[in-house]
């Protein structure tokens, strides 16, 4: 009888054991998930960054082409974004330093590259 009772307590104390592995390993399933989304929306954001600043170096390079058969003096781009690109921006809480030095560094190779023209 009380071996019975000793190998009942031995499989309650094992099912115990793999049920509190069992969350704590869907909870490091969820933290690295999350990890990953961040990373994705983070590189999302630098990469329209990216996609603008290669933008205005095409429409200048475009302008200039142009001024070398007319003279135009009045140069306007407009960009617009739909309502849905910008609530991307709400929800992003990464990292605005890294974001802005990279953002800088782009607008300086930018830069780099339109006075080597």
């Known amino acids: 009888m009380q071996s019975n009772t000793m190998l009942t307590a031995v499989y309650g104390l094992w099912f115990v054991n793999q049920f509190l592995v069992l969350i704590i390993l869907l909870n490091f399933l969820i933290a690295v998930i999350?990890?990953?989304?961040?990373?994705?929306?983070n590189s999302a954001i630098i990469l329209e960054y990216q996609d603008?600043?290669?933008?205005?170096?095409?429409?200048?390079?475009?302008?200039?082409?142009?001024?070398?058969?007319?003279k135009a003096y009045n140069r306007?781009?407009?960009?617009?974004?739909d309502v849905e690109t910008t609530d991307?921006?709400?929800?992003?809480?990464?990292?605005?330093q890294t974001l802005k030095s990279y953002i800088n560094k782009q607008n300086k190779v930018v830069e780099d590259q339109m006075s080597g023209m």
């Open 34 to 41: 999350s990890q990953s989304y961040e990373k994705v929306k």
């Open 52 to 70: 603008r600043c290669e933008l205005n170096r095409e429409a200048h390079q475009v302008f200039n082409e142009y001024e070398r058969y007319r």
């Open 76 to 81: 306007v781009i407009i960009s617009v974004a």
């Open 88 to 96: 991307v921006f709400e929800e992003w809480t990464g990292f605005v």
